[in-house]
């Protein structure tokens, strides 16, 4: 079994002390940021900033490859020192990249006509839409630059799919709340290239559009189911009782299960493939992102899922239900170990235990910049024969 540390190349400022640093808490890989969004992250033993603010949808290595209609755009960090080259050419730990896809601000202000697009129209920059042909092209493409350029052990793909209207974005403001069926109909894309790749598999897309349109602003003006549960089941009946519904969901999942099986045939074969299973909470709601979880699972070398529940009840059942998708097929977890999943040691012990009593290959933990120094120290003591508090 192989463990990893997630790690933004922001917090690597001396690479043999920092790699010194993560191999003494017994870490085998260390996944270094390759693409990355914007965001606002405080960082408790930053050797330099306290508080960090990283360029919008940039990426954090030197591209080589000839690129279409979307470009990406290098770091200036990167541009004046390429981070991701130096810890390969050191050997000491494996390393992979950690290549955010769709989830990119930046390329989707720049390109407003290759985004997500609710049913009223309403575009998500946030979001790049998987359904183009010139949004494929670049994910493609980078996946391929990377994995040819520099000496990884794997690629892990996050947001190769759809992201939901609540994943995240600046400043976001509401005075009502938004249930998981609101959130679910806000969505879906029905962008032009989605209402025709649906239409060519047959599906109604412009009367779904339409309909869900309606109920959207319905729900706007109704109460909202509290229970999270409960709200879970009702987007289950949706999917039972609206078949158009349905197979413009298994719709979706085809292209970005088709997606990642194109990144898998670009990218040399010596370099895994893997892709972060979900942005959700629970892995029951990745089909919102068109993931299903069994095909991707499928075209590439297995999943990476981020066990974010933050009671060991529900860490259990999250587990369970993966099990009882994925069978057999390869799978990786991905830990945070401390706030706001974890308040003992314990926990990380124990669910690491199910980890490996559930027979997974390999465990990772989120994230060496964002941990406090304490939390380090537990998986230190979890890897490690030191017990020094």
């Given at each position: ?81 390429d ?40 575009p ?11 949004v ?12 040819a350029?520099?000496d ?7 947001t ?12 976001e ?103 972060i ?47 009882g ?6 799978m ?50 979890l ?7």
């Amino acid at each position: 079994m192989a463990h990893a540390l997630y790690t933004y190349p922001w917090n690597l400022h001396d690479p043999d002390a920092d790699v010194a640093a993560i191999r003494a808490l017994g870490i085998d890989e260390i996944s270094l940021a390759a693409s990355y969004h914007a965001g606002k992250f405080i960082q408790p033993h930053d050797a330099r900033r306290r508080v960090y603010f990283p360029e919008d949808g940039t990426v954090y290595f030197r591209p080589r490859r000839q690129y279409g209609t979307v470009q990406p755009q290098v770091a200036a960090i990167t541009a004046q020192r390429d981070t991701l080259q130096e810890l390969c050419g050191r050997g000491a730990v494996k390393i992979n990249a950690w290549v955010v896809l769709n989830h990119n601000t930046r390329l989707g202000m720049l390109h407003p006509g290759l985004v997500v697009h609710n049913c009223h129209g309403d575009p998500y920059p946030y979001s790049l839409c998987p359904a183009h042909a010139e949004v494929r092209e670049y994910a493609v493409t980078l996946a391929a630059d990377l994995a040819a350029h520099y000496d990884l052990a794997r690629l892990l793909l996050e947001t190769p799919g759809y992201l939901g209207y609540a994943h995240g974005f600046h400043h976001e403001f509401a005075q009502l709340a938004v249930d998981a069926t609101l959130d679910a109909l806000l969505g879906l894309c029905f962008c032009g290239a989605c209402l025709a790749g649906a239409l060519r598999a047959g599906i109604d897309a412009p009367g779904l559009r339409k309909r869900t349109a309606a109920r959207v602003d319905t729900l706007l003006g109704s109460e909202v189911e509290a229970d999270e549960r409960r709200a879970w089941d009702r987007l289950e009946r949706d999917l039972q009782n609206d078949a158009e519904l349905a197979a413009y969901h298994a719709w979706r999942a085809e292209t970005v299960t088709s997606l990642v099986a194109e990144i898998r045939a670009e990218v040399r074969p010596e370099v895994a493939v893997k892709v972060i299973s979900t942005t959700q909470r629970s892995h029951r709601l990745a089909y919102l992102e068109g993931h299903d979880l069994g095909a991707l699972a499928d075209v590439c070398d297995g999943l990476e899922a981020p066990l974010y529940q933050s009671s060991t009840r529900a860490f259990e059942d999250e587990l369970r239900y993966l099990r009882g998708q994925l069978g057999a097929a390869p799978m990786s977890a991905i830990l945070r170990p401390g706030f706001p999943d974890m308040d003992e040691e314990a926990q990380l012990r124990e669910r690491h235990a199910s980890l490996q009593a559930a027979g997974l290959g390999d465990i990772a933990f989120y994230n060496y910049g964002l941990l406090k120094p304490s939390n380090l120290a537990w998986i230190r003591r979890l890897l490690t024969t030191d017990n020094i508090p």
